[in-house]
Nanobody, 118 residues
């Protein structure tokens, strides 16, 4: 099994930046099998949506609403995935979750709250 711990959320003003971290621990075999790294978010009363995707080969994809403002990256040595969020807007307020997808397995973090004040 793999455990994911997110951190870096908090309260920030409009236009500010935050960097979320998602540290993975547990089965090294499972961690090494991960092919997709994703960040999701869920705002109150809304469905969970994917905002950023990173494939182990390096390709990335972003939701239209965050393109040009968010970046996703990982540090293999630290088994950590990051979400750099710049130019934050009030509509970015949500609980952010990291997700690691391996063949036949899906791992989720507990979520971290991001609140952007206007």
């Amino acid at each position: 099994q793999v455990q994911l711990v997110e951190s870096g959320g908090g309260l920030v003003q409009t236009g500010g930046s935050l960097r979320l971290s998602c540290a993975a621990s547990g089965s090294i075999l499972s961690i090494n099998a991960v092919a997709w790294y994703r960040w999701y978010r869920q705002a109150p009363g809304k469905q969970r949506e994917v905002v950023a995707t990173l494939h182990k080969g390096g390709s990335t994809n972003f939701a239209d609403s965050v393109k040009g403002r968010f970046t996703i990256s990982r540090d293999n040595a630290k088994n950590t995935v990051y979400l750099q969020m710049n130019s934050l807007k009030p509509e970015d307020t949500a609980v952010y979750y990291c997700n690691l997808e391996a063949p036949y397995k899906n791992f989720w973090g507990q979520g971290t709250q991001v609140t952007v004040s206007s």
